[in-house]
């Protein structure tokens, strides 16, 4: 039986992996780059594909869609889900923040104390209640432009809240995540956010972490630094629109 999407999914998949290594090898790297797939707005049925092809990190932005997807994916294949890596990387709303760390594996988008506490809580809840839940790996999403309207903490108030989620017992502070301002050059934005990611690094030797770099812009977050890329529309295609 044929299935022309994920023929699909793996040609642009295998596509994107080349990318990854040109922008290693074009940067002198030799460690690896994390690849999130990026499947907000897809269906279900794409996650299966993807989770076949052998990816095991994905993310979602949406928090109500994201937990719609966990619980559609352990019910179709329980064996697929438990393979998957959920990674939250969108704007989390501090009542969300508890549910949130019921389901997901790693969030790059915490960007207050609030939202901080709350996975704080919510994490708790769900090591009260079930066997085998860890520490939630989180990283802080710095905001360059001061513009915290598309999420982030600005960089004067990064080290405080970075202190403060090291001081949660049930969260691990994994590192720095960015989207770079839509204005000036991107490379020039991920190297300011290499800098800011190094500093917490220096702060915060576990937090080694750098999310940087989407369908459009890897190769320059690579050449950054970038431990982890966000791909969405390379692997996917274009968003549906609802
Ligand atoms: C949608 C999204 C991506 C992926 O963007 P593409 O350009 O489709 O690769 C990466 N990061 C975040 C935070 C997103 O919301």
Known sequence: MTDPRAEELATRLAETRRRLDAARAAAGRIDEVDLVVVTKFH???DLVRLARLGVHDVGENRVQEAASKVSALAAADAELSAAIRWNMIGHIQ?????????WADRVHSVDSIKVANGLQKGR??????????????????????????????????LPALADHVAGLDHLVLAGLMVIPPLEGEARAHFADAAEVAATLRRDHPHATEFSAGMSGDLEEAIAAGSTCVRVGTAILGPRPVV
């Open 43 to 45: 269906p279900v049925a």
């Open 94 to 102: 501090s009542n969300k923040a508890a549910a949130v760390a019921g």
């Open 124 to 157: 708790a809840r769900a090591a009260d209640e079930r066997e085998g839940v860890t520490p939630l790996p989180v990283l802080l999403q710095l905001s360059l432009d001061g513009d915290t309207s598309r999420g982030g903490v600005a960089p004067e108030g």
